[in-house]
């Protein structure tokens, strides 16, 4: 059983903010008097259906947590996804349909189980309580927080303003997901440093059902590839944990070296000395970045692959991107065409070199896309695919490309 001093050491290593750090202390004293773990919950709306690294910087503090013998609540707001998370919005989300919000929830138990041990966490679904509440329970629920304390909120405030529309039911969002701290009895609550405002409605809500406050702490959000914005699928800047290790390799060597050592600290579990090392070899430039990015790539692909597929990923890297090799395997598409040719951006997307005809003409315009080793310049050209080309989009997307019979 760790001490009181590590479990705190450990609990601090890459958060954001600990409110409050004093009732966190007494919280684990009291644990380790009556041998009873806390309740430990972290709430994700399943708005996608893929887990990314961004998402892990959370589930690896819960997974410490559970190291300690604490109860993790892994809980799914199929419920409050419905509703959708107004933090950082300058405008009404799109509501999803309940199908989506399902079928996407079904495949996060599984993702997390290369974090977490399942047999030991608590996985919750929050329309269990939410679905059975009826009006008069909702109505009580909103006359624990006033109009003028949600417009407190920096996103609702701005939004104001501006005379931009906030409804009602993105009101509820925070109360709600309150609700959940009082429903699961939370004595800790995890949460992005962007929902900091969610997370202290819990405590408010929680002193309003009789119930001793839970300790919040926040995490940082990680930064994406493009070194700008937060990780996101729908910004292109993510690295998912059931991508294949070439992919992930490829991505992770890709992010700016300001990244690396927030990277090392929320993604790895490398000791802090170690870390402090990193930290001051990249301040100083002793060691080239690449070198750290690299072991950045094996530790995390070891992870969530295997110490083998990291080996080969950086193999594999190494030859395509030092020594301007191809890669040992590219996949072949065929187009059916009468003429044997098809339109460049119809080729990059139904190949799934490029998600969209958007994304697709950026990557031409930003000279990323060539084709036997020529950058195409024009999003509108046709190409002939009589013989088998070879298309290469960025610096790790290959296909092969030919008619089909």
């Not at 701005?158 to 509820?172: D, T, V």
């Not at 690295?239 to 290790?245: H, M, T």
């Not at 060691?287 to 692959?305: G, S, T, V």
């Amino acid at each position: 059983m760790t001490s009181i001093n590590e479990q705190l050491e450990t609990i601090r290593r890459g958060t954001v903010e600990i409110i409050l750090e004093e009732d966190l202390e007494n919280k684990l004293k009291k644990s380790a008097e009556s041998g009873k773990p806390l309740i430990v919950k972290q709430g994700f709306d399943p708005t996608k259906p893929d887990i990314h690294l961004g998402h892990t910087v959370g589930i690896r503090k819960l997974a410490q947590m559970q190291d300690m013998g604490h109860q993790i609540v892994f809980l799914i707001g199929d419920f409050t996804a419905m509703i959708g998370d107004p933090s950082g919005r300058s405008e009404i989300r799109t509501r999803m349909t309940k199908k989506e919000v399902v079928e996407n929830a079904q495949t996060y138990a599984e993702q997390v189980s290369a974090l977490l041990d399942l047999s030991k966490i608590k996985i919750e679904y929050n329309s269990k309580w939410c679905s059975k509440m009826g009006f008069e329970d909702v109505l009580e629920l909103a006359s624990q927080y006033t109009v003028a304390r949600m417009l407190e909120r920096d996103d609702f405030e701005k939004r104001y303003k501006s005379n931009q529309p906030i409804s009602i039911l993105e009101f509820l969002y925070p109360l709600i997901q309150g609700y959940d701290s009082v429903a699961l009895k939370a004595d800790i609550e995890l949460g992005g440093n962007d929902q900091k405002f969610n997370l202290l409605v819990g405590r408010e809500i929680q002193k309003a059902y009789g119930m001793d406050p839970q300790v919040i702490i926040t995490m940082p959000l990680l930064v994406g590839t493009d070194g700008i914005d937060k990780m996101s699928k729908s910004l292109d800047n993510y690295i998912g944990i059931n991508e294949p290790p070439n992919e992930m390799f490829g991505k992770i060597m890709s992010i700016p070296d300001s990244l690396l050592y927030d990277y090392f600290v929320l993604l790895t579990d490398l000791p802090m000395d170690e870390l402090d090392s990193i930290k001051r070899n990249l301040e100083t430039g002793d060691i080239n970045p690449m070198i750290h990015k690299k072991r950045l790539a094996r530790e995390i692909i070891d992870f969530y692959h295997s110490p083998e597929a990291a080996a080969k990923a950086q193999e594999e890297f190494e030859r395509v991107f030092s020594q301007k090799g191809l890669p040992d395997e590219i996949a072949t598409c065929g187009f059916h065409s009468e003429n044997n040719s098809v339109w460049i951006i119809k080729m990059l997307t139904e190949s799934g070199l490029c998600s969209s005809n958007g994304e697709a003409r950026r990557m031409i315009k930003q000279g990323a896309v060539s084709i036997d080793g020529e950058k195409v310049e024009s999003p509108e050209i046709d190409i002939d695919i009589s013989f088998e080309r070879l298309v290469k989009v960025g610096k790790r997307k290959f296909m092969k490309v030919v008619a089909s019979s």
